[in-house]
């Protein structure tokens, strides 16, 4: 048992989705899991196990930021030998994504000092892995899944009142959200495989925004891709 899941050893399993929202893995186990069983809910980060189509397949919510979802991915790869982590979480959509769209991040560039406090003031530049990166993409090419393939930015401040949008702009940055680029760092660490499918529930120059209750529960695309991806 780990500092922050409660699940003991084999409860968890290989493969796992991470959505930020503790509730959203919820969803997740009644919507797409069969048997789901919880595992945690520590902080009430919710955890469950079940199966899809008879492979083992675990959701753990992870909290918000990199701090909060980098004790979860080190925790799963160290503590319970997970080998495959995809989050599936929100982001704020920049040209030319639009509202409800899927970005599949390739890489994740960040403003967070993290990478550079753990690895000797490197700059780290963490990438998904393209075994599940090429299975998502199939899949959404295939069922028809309005996506963007590319880079995201996991932003340190969600109110931030600097001028890093702009340069994110620049560097054509499709999506700005808050865990990939740790997530990555952290699964090259361990030499684990990750995806981050995120969908777009608000648009960065306030052109559109999608409510709390569908951010909770109604982004199936995402999720399809993912555990397609698996």
Known sequence: MST?????????????????DPLRAKWIAENFLTDAVQYNA????????????????????????????????YELFNDYGVQKAIRVGTAGGLAPTQLRDVVIAISASTDSRINRRTYGDLDVAPA????????????ARETGIAHHIGMVASGDLFYD?????????????????????????LAAK???QALS????????DGSGHTSSEERESGFRNMVELALAAL
């Open 197 to 204: 499918i995120v969908t777009v529930s608000d648009m960065m």
């Open 161 to 185: 009142e600097t001028d890093s949008l702009e340069h994110w702009k620049k560097l054509g940055v499709l999506a700005l959200e808050m865990e990939t680029s740790q997530l990555y760092t």
């Open 128 to 139: 998904a892995s393209y075994e599940l990166l090429e299975k998502a993409v199939a899949k």
């Open 190 to 192: 361990f030499r684990r």
């Open 4 to 20: 922050h899941i409660a699940a003991k050893p084999g409860e968890i399993a290989d493969s796992i989705l991470l959505p930020g």
């Open 42 to 73: 520590v902080r009430n980060m919710f955890g469950y196990t079940g199966t899809v189509n008879g492979k083992r397949v675990s959701v753990q919510g992870t909290g918000m930021g990199a701090p909060s979802i980098g004790i979860y991915a």
